[in-house]
């Protein structure tokens, strides 16, 4: 059974959303048979017609937390999901942030078209067909955000936006593949602004690496620094000083994960360059 992951967008940060030196258009994957959409910010559903990505086939969409680089398309592939709101269908599983509340960026009346709408808190398991998925904590400005692991062929964590504490990496330990939201070059400890800081930075990022060492990290989710700086060189960087392999995911590549479990031996990087 073939198991990829794309990534639509590679990236994160107001200043990049706005201006969309990289997208931010979320992530889409087929795994043991289940096709989802994670986190459909701002250009998935533009990206996703370019890319020719299945969505009338979606099986679900998942949103990690409620900020607008997340969740701002998330309606947009509910109609795509349901025939254009013609077939009750599919799966919508997000945050109590992003599904429950009077701010919610996902209506009522778009959650009305799903087959099932699961609002998630940490620590929870759930499935996709036979895909079991299991939710981690996050420390974030959205006191409700939530991680995802998934339990495919290869073990594979979504960190989601999230600062580094080493309770939240255990969470992940034993996964093969960690996909990181990288979004700082260097927080800058002087800067007044800490409601901010609950991203990581490249030091937090080597931090996870460290502690959960999985066989392959990704990063992605890039704010105006790395981008600037050029992410190949953080990854690089992170590869040296963890020895886990690390790839900077760039806008529509391919990962082929297929395989047996917990191993990535096979894994085929579709795209994989500066």
Same mark, same amino acid.
């Given at each position: ?7 639509l967008g590679t990236g994160g940060g107001r200043i990049n959303m706005i201006q969309q030196l990289r997208a931010t258009a979320g992530i889409y994957a087929e795994l043991m ?14 990206k996703s017609r370019a890319q020719k990505i299945p969505l009338p086939k979606l099986d679900a969409i998942l949103l990690s937390h409620c900020h607008i680089d997340h969740t ?62 299991? =939710?981690?904590? +996050?420390?974030?400005?959205? /006191?409700?955000? !939530? %991680? ?5 062929? @290869? ?6 936006? =999230?600062?580094? +504490?080493?309770?939240?990496? /255990?969470?992940? !330990? %034993? ?5 990181? @939201? ?55 960087e992170i590869q040296e000083e963890t020895g886990v392999k690390t790839i900077a995911a760039r806008d529509n590549q391919v990962f082929d994960i297929g395989g047996k479990k ?13």
């Open positions: 059974m073939a198991s990829k992951i794309q990534f048979g289940a096709k989802i959409y994670i986190d459909p910010g701002p250009g998935a559903l533009i701002n398309d998330a309606a947009a592939l509910i109609e795509a999901m349901t025939h254009g709101t013609r077939k009750k269908r599919g799966i919508l599983a997000g945050s109590v942030s992003a599904l429950e509340g009077p701010d919610k960026p996902v209506s009522s009346y778009h959650q009305g078209f799903v087959s099932k709408s699961l609002t998630l808190r940490p620590d929870e398991e759930f499935s996709i067909g036979k895909l079991k998925i299991t =939710t981690t904590p +996050t420390e974030h400005t959205d /006191k409700t955000g !939530i %991680g995802f692991i998934f339990h495919a062929e @290869n073990t594979i964590s979504y960190l989601s936006d =999230t600062n580094y +504490t080493k309770k939240i990496a /255990k969470n992940h !330990i %034993g996964s093969g593949i960690i996909i990181l @939201n990288c979004l700082y070059l260097k927080w800058d400890d002087s800067k007044a602004d800490t409601y901010s800081q609950k991203h990581m930075d490249v030091e937090d990022t080597k931090k996870f690496v460290k502690d959960i060492n999985p066989e392959l990290a990704i990063i992605q989710h890039f704010g105006m620094g790395i981008i600037k700086h050029g992410p190949w060189k953080v990854a690089q917990g191993k990535t031996g096979n894994l085929k990087v579709w795209g994989e360059k500066k």
